[in-house]
């Protein structure tokens, strides 16, 4: 049997990066990857400066999970050494159930007696709505009528979040809102809690499928804020710990770390929908990166690298958000007919000069665009 390359002591069992390397070698190797992107979290020797506090939002996928088994050890390794450590954890579980995602609410609590040294925290999704006062009065979905806000005044939060999910029709659309207003709350929650950052747990592989998926759906200006770290135009730190780690040595670390056996682990291998139909943009690239990182993992990285050198668009204290994502953009740049093509400016949005009129980035306008007929007729 090879030997590992590394070491040049123990059996190979992996072959990462082109290296055959044994089980300590690779575990060693995938952590490196990811505590060297730690910077700004290292333990201070003045023993009253204020512990920083991340968020790590955990959807019980295979990244986040790993991420956080990560962190837990080389927080107690520092505890350990130090008697401190350099930074605090809080977990967030977004809750689905209301979409029929029951998984999270099940799940959770195993996680939770697991890594006893975090604060763990679960909110559902609908409750973007209370982190976010005015998330529909300032959005498309419930203008053009006072019936409509009264409506959506009277409303549970659950029965908002339904109504505007089924009011469109396209899966990507659905699926990117989703997405959209799952970060809103993440966000708000970050900031409302005292956490300096949010610790994503997105691999290569997932930051590459954003960086196409969101350009194919008219948000690639978002790519600065949404693939690379440093405080962005949410005001708050992003970081992506996972980010030179592909996703195929996330499960061959999971599998050899033993994590895959537990009950809240959730499989993270994209599906092909049954029909084009109910195939989203995001799925797609899915699809598409998984086959690529197998044979031509560096085609992977490029994407990820260039994407790392775009540069975010400068704002003040004139630029515009958008209504739904809550991105700036240039008021000229706004909605569908502002990006040319042979869209109308009364194509299914209201026009600027409208009492309905809501700012939107063009990936905004195309998620719902014909979402507002489906509200005249409620």
């Known amino acids: 049997m090879p030997q590992c390359v590394r070491c040049n002591a123990s059996e190979a069992i992996v072959v990462a990066r082109s290296e055959q390397q044994c089980t300590e070698c690779f575990i060693k190797f995938f952590k490196s990857k990811i505590i060297k992107r730690l910077d700004g979290f290292k333990i201070k020797s003045s023993s009253n400066d204020l512990k920083k506090t991340a968020l790590l939002p955990l959807s019980l996928g295979p990244s986040s999970t790993t991420l956080l088994h990560v962190l837990d050890q ?182 050899l770390a033993g994590l895959s056996v537990t009950d809240s682990f959730r499989q993270d291998n994209p599906q092909k929908a049954a029909s084009a139909k109910g195939a989203t943009v995001d799925n797609l690239m899915a699809q598409y990166f998984a086959s690529v990182e197998e044979n031509y993992p560096s085609i992977v990285s490029n994407v990820v690298r260039t994407s790392n050198r775009l540069v975010a668009p400068s704002t003040s204290t004139e630029t515009g958000y958008c209504a739904i994502c809550n991105l700036p953009i240039e008021s000229e740049r706004q909605g569908l007919h502002g990006w040319g093509g042979d869209q109308k400016p009364d194509s299914g949005l209201a026009t600027i000069d409208s009492a309905d009129f809501k700012l939107l980035c063009y990936g905004c306008a195309r998620s719902t665009h014909g979402a507002k007929e489906l509200q005249r007729q409620t």
């Open 74 to 255: 080389y927080l107690r390794t520092q505890l350990e050494r130090t008697s401190r450590t350099a930074f605090e954890i809080r977990v967030l579980i977004i809750e689905q159930s209301v979409l029929g995602d029951h998984e999270a609410a099940s799940a959770w609590g195993s996680i939770k007696q697991k890594y006893t040294m975090h604060s763990f925290s679960v909110v559902s999704l609908e409750d973007v709505f209370d982190y976010v006062p005015g998330l529909e009065e300032s959005s498309p979905f419930f203008s053009g009528s006072k019936d409509l806000m009264n409506q959506s005044d009277a409303m549970e939060n659950s029965a908002k979040l339904r109504k505007i999910v089924s009011s469109i029709s396209s899966a990507t659309s659905q699926e990117d809102l989703i997405t959209i207003l799952r970060t809103r709350l993440i966000v708000e929650f970050a900031k409302q809690n005292g956490c300096e950052s949010i610790l994503w747990g997105d691999s290569t592989t997932r930051l590459a499928e954003r960086t196409l998926a969101e350009a194919a759906k008219g948000r690639g200006f978002s790519l600065p804020w949404q693939t690379t770290d440093g405080h962005n135009a949410f005001d708050v730190t992003f970081k992506f710990p996972m980010r030179e780690v592909l996703r195929k040595e996330i499960k061959t670390y999971a599998t």
